[in-house]
């Protein structure tokens, strides 16, 4: 797995001049994702959302590979047609490259809108990795809660009201949906830890088949915290085992982290103007219930890597 | 040229014809009356008889969706679909075509839900005739199968670059058989010629970004050259028609005259319809009727020009849909063929009819009786009458 001084030393597929929100994590997931395929050719797609809309302004684009944007929910379906008519030239002998796929999706266009395509394609076994950057609601429109969106957070459509705390529901655990579609390679991954996201990317390429990664990628606007926190805020959401870092290798389950001491969920909740509402005292019992969530499925997970 | 004659259904004629082109990728989702088509087409990817990479995706958004992806990677990609289908890809239907992406799709003709109906008429098309696609109706499963071929070489051409959609009248051609003259394989290819996509997403020494958003700073430029792709494949269309005539012995315009030219009546129709119109003109032109057929072959582009040409001598003129805008003043063909007509100095009387929705029969009596009512003065011009409907 390459170094830090291997990965810098490869150059930028995806390039400066995009125009990200300053502490974006999204185009930090672009870049480290593109840096780890290393010298192979990679064609790259992208849901319609923030990551897309920053990178492509016509006549810009910060993408230096092949890039196809074509809309929201289909991500997943229009890498599994380049990846056919690679499959296709390659056999014809038109395509000579030994070439990798890679998609990208936001959470709304893989947990929500995106869910069948990308689980179609999952099931037809496309050559393909799939990286669903995870910033818990719809930024890309204006903050809109999502299935990806933590209990109790207020966004513009699950605002926090006089009678309802923000956001009523647990998210939806996307990773294992995609576990259980039985592919090859299922991770999670954080911005924040560059090491384990790119050995990650590395791995899912070279195992070959239908691959899937859910990156936790913190988002200022969104969330609300000052821009330099980014990396912060996602080893924090590790250290809380919000988003624990595990793997799925051919349905072997492997946890690639356990913090020495786990920290509070109201650590990193408070940090961030989405949960500030929680803070009040008569939501005590809330902030209990999300604790007890995280501690189960915790729990769970561990007894799923002890198999 | 020796052609090899065939009892085939207009739906097995495509899957024949797709064959033929043998299409680096195709991408589909079953639905009726269309099913055959990909269902045929992959009993030929399981017996290796074409080079076809089949994926079965899982809904006809993403069938696009991998049309789409297929496309810009230089493939030659085809597809086939109906109805709710097309319904369901039609956000990617208008994509395709904004990406210039030259993708040939079978559509079978069908209605449109609600209430659920499984036979023709154009309401699925029709409803797409804006996206920026190149449409081509056929008479019948001879036409589905030259169509097909034809269709290729337009999407394709410099000049174009568009996806082309091939319909056939749901049941009515899909699922009639008929005798058909069909081609050689090598001749196919050598028609289709091959394929050399300008850029493509496997180039990967040359990358490039496509569906980059466009703010109001370009949006507009680009829909633009979208109108001058359409009008340049007027020509082409034209074109690729001739030299099928050349070579395999049937003409293809954009529009087809069945005893027009010195007609006083007249009928303008899409599709299988067009069929049973001829044997009624036959009949009354025995009986001294001087009814005429304009067929429309080609809806995008449209042939304004052609049309109102040759429309100008005849005295009535009814147009008939197998569609209907709801709400608006007439089907898309009357309003369309209307508005052509309005510049004219000489133009004829013109009355709309929308008939056939859902698959409800036109037969050769009533076509008949819209003659005589037409030569009887029994009609009101510049109106929207429903034909064969119980009101």
């Known amino acids: 797995m390459a170094n830090l001084k291997e990965l810098a030393a490869r150059g930028d597929k995806f390039t400066g001049g995009h125009r ?128 990806a969106t933590p209990k109790g957070s207020s966004t513009t459509t699950s605002p926090n009201g006089k009678k309802i705390p923000g956001k009523v529901q647990f998210r939806k655990n996307l990773t294992e949906i995609m576990a259980a579609h039985g592919i090859p390679y ?70 690639n982290y356990t913090p020495k001491e786990r920290k509070p969920i109201d650590e990193w909740m408070f940090q961030q103007e989405r949960f500030r509402h929680l803070k009040r005292p008569e939501h005590q019992a809330l902030i209990a219930q999300i604790q007890q969530d995280i501690d189960a499925r915790w729990d769970h997970l561990n007894k799923k890597c002890s198999l | 040229m020796q052609k090899i004659i065939l009892a085939k259904t207009g739906n097995e004629a495509m899957a024949l014809a797709m064959k033929q082109v043998n299409p680096d990728v195709v991408a589909a989702y079953p639905i009726t009356p269309a099913t055959e088509i990909v269902q045929i087409f992959s009993q030929y990817v399981a017996d290796g008889e074409v080079k076809t990479e089949f994926v079965a995706v899982e809904s006809e958004h993403s069938a696009m969706s991998a049309c789409i992806g297929s496309a810009a990677a230089g493939a030659r990609t085809m597809t086939g679909t109906s109805s709710q289908g097309l319904a369901l890809m039609y956000e990617m239907v208008y994509i395709a075509a904004g990406l210039r992406l030259p993708i040939v799709m079978a559509n079978v003709n069908r209605a449109l839900s609600a209430p659920i109906n499984i036979h023709c008429d154009h309401s699925d098309s029709m409803g797409c005739r804006d996206a920026g696609w190149i449409h081509i109706f056929s008479e019948n499963a001879q036409e589905a199968y030259d169509n097909m071929i034809q269709a290729m070489r337009i999407a394709e051409h410099r000049d174009v670059r568009l996806p082309v959609m091939v319909t056939t009248d749901g049941f009515i051609i899909s699922h009639g058989m008929e005798r058909i003259d069909t081609l050689p394989d090598a001749e196919v290819q050598g028609f289709i010629g091959k394929y050399d996509p300008m850029m493509h997403l496997l180039d990967v020494k040359k990358p490039f970004t496509i569906g980059a958003i466009n703010l109001t700073d370009y949006y507009f430029e680009h829909r633009r050259a979208m109108v001058d792709a359409q009008n340049n494949a007027l020509k082409v269309i034209k074109e690729v028609g ?108 013109i009355a709309g009819y929308v008939y056939g929705l859902g698959g409800r029969e036109i037969d050769m009596e009533q076509i008949e009786k819209l003659f005589m009512d037409l030569k009887d003065g029994k009609f009101k011009a510049d109106s929207v009458s429903y034909l064969g409907v119980r009101e």
């Open chain 1, 20 to 147: 990200a929100c300053a502490g974006c994590g999204a185009t930090i997931v672009a870049r480290q994702a593109l840096l780890a395929a290393g010298d192979k050719p990679v064609v790259a797609t992208c849901a319609t959302g923030c990551l897309e809309v920053v990178s492509t302004i016509y006549p810009y684009t910060a993408w230096d590979v092949p890039f196809i944007h074509s809309a929201f929910e289909n991500s997943a379906a229009t890498i599994s047609g380049v990846e056919a008519a690679y499959r296709s030239l390659k056999r014809q002998g038109t395509v000579t490259e030994d070439i990798r796929f890679m998609a990208f999706g936001g959470d709304g266009g893989t947990y929500d809108i995106g869910l069948q395509a990308l689980s179609g394609a999952m099931e037809r076994g496309h050559n393909m990795l799939y990286i669903c950057y995870d910033n818990q609601a719809y930024m890309n429109t204006g903050i809109q809660r999502s299935s």
């Open chain 1, 186 to 255: 299922v991770a999670q991954s954080v911005v924040g830890n560059w090491s384990d996201f790119t050995k990650k990317v590395e791995k899912a390429l070279a195992k070959g088949g239908p691959a899937f990664i859910a990156v936790l990628q913190p988002c200022r606007l969104g969330w609300g915290y000052p821009p330099e926190l980014t990396a912060e805020m996602g080893r924090l959401a590790v250290e809380t085992n919000f988003w624990p870092l595990y793997e799925v290798e051919d349905g072997k389950y492997k946890l």
């Open chain 2, 242 to 349: 001739a030299e099928f005539g050349q070579k395999f012995d049937t003409n293809y315009g954009l529009i087809e005259k069945y005893h027009l030219d010195d007609a006083e009546v007249a009928i303008v129709a899409l599709g299988s319809t067009c069929g049973t119109a001829k044997v009624v003109i036959d009949q009354l032109r025995e009986k001294g009727v001087k009814a005429g057929l304009l067929k429309i072959r080609v809806f995008r582009p449209f042939p304004t020009e052609e049309i109102v040409k040759a429309l100008e001598n005849i005295k009535t003129v009814a147009v008939l849909d197998r569609s209907d805008s709801v709400g608006g003043f007439g089907g898309p063909v009357f309003t369309e063929v209307r508005s052509a007509l309005y510049g004219s100095a000489k133009k004829p009387q």
